[in-house]
């Protein structure tokens, strides 16, 4: 009995261990791309990107949502209850950057039910999971293939923005956001870089409230389009 306590106890150090090793991976990942922004729009971080999320994690991408569990979402809850305090307009149009599965997206339309919501990612393989997704959980959301580099939306055409663990274009974010409206920007480990992203939102000129908060494992960065 003793040594299935102490395999049990081991498990969920080993666990922590994982949990708090991504936590620093993935900050450190995140720095540099708030750091110089121009990185992260180069053409090779962006086909390296697509290359890793279209050939390496396509299919596997619904193992790491299974590893944080709870925690995935949690940040992202943060940002979203944030945004709805914060937004000076109704969100009834909102676009979900670097959709991925569509895990942002669904949370975001069950959040406003009354928004339409359309999700976008540059890697097919990573929207036809989102769509099947969606309609899995018969949840009603639109898909469009594009780089979040350069978003296929009109200048302040947006209610809210959301972006979820994946590359913070936060000045293109802000430039379809409506005026009242609200950027989110979330990452579910990156725990330490919340002061950055504010920093980088400030940076931008683009936004009269910022808010950026420690949240789960993660953080979230709301920010109001002035
Ligand atoms: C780690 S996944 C996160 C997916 C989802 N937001 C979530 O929270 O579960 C990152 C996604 O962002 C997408 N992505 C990264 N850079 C992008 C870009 N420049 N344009 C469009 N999609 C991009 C990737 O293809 C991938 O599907």
């Not at 994982?18 to 971080?45: C, K, M, Y």
Request: proline fraction near 3%; charged fraction near 15%; hydrophobic fraction near 45%.
């Amino acid at each position: 009995l003793i040594g299935k306590y102490q395999a049990c106890d081991m498990k969920r150090l080993a666990n922590r261990l994982s949990l708090w090793a991504s936590q620093v991976f993935f900050t450190a990942s995140l720095t540099p791309l708030f750091l110089w922004p121009g990185l992260a729009q180069s053409r090779l971080v962006r086909q390296s990107i697509a290359y890793l999320f279209g050939s390496v994690l396509a299919k596997r991408y619904y193992r790491v949502i299974e590893f944080y569990g709870q925690s995935y979402g949690g940040a992202l809850a943060g940002g979203l209850d944030k945004a709805a305090a914060m937004s000076s307009v109704t969100i009834n149009r909102i676009i979900d950057c670097g959709t991925g599965t569509g895990y942002a997206a669904r949370q975001a339309a069950l959040r406003f039910p009354q928004a339409m919501v359309v999700g976008v990612d540059m890697v097919s393989e990573m929207l036809e999971q989102a769509r099947q997704n969606a309609k899995d959980k018969g949840i009603d959301i639109l898909h469009v293939y594009a780089d979040t580099l350069r978003l296929p939306f009109l200048d302040g055409s947006v209610d809210l923005v959301i972006a979820q663990n994946t590359t913070p274009f936060l000045t293109e974010f802000a430039r379809v956001c409506r005026p009242g409206g609200v950027v989110v920007f979330v990452d579910s480990a990156a725990r330490w870089s919340a002061p950055l992203a504010r920093y980088n939102a400030s940076q931008t000129g683009c936004f009269d409230a910022i808010a950026a908060e420690q949240a789960g494992l993660g953080f979230y960065l709301a920010a109001r389009r002035q």
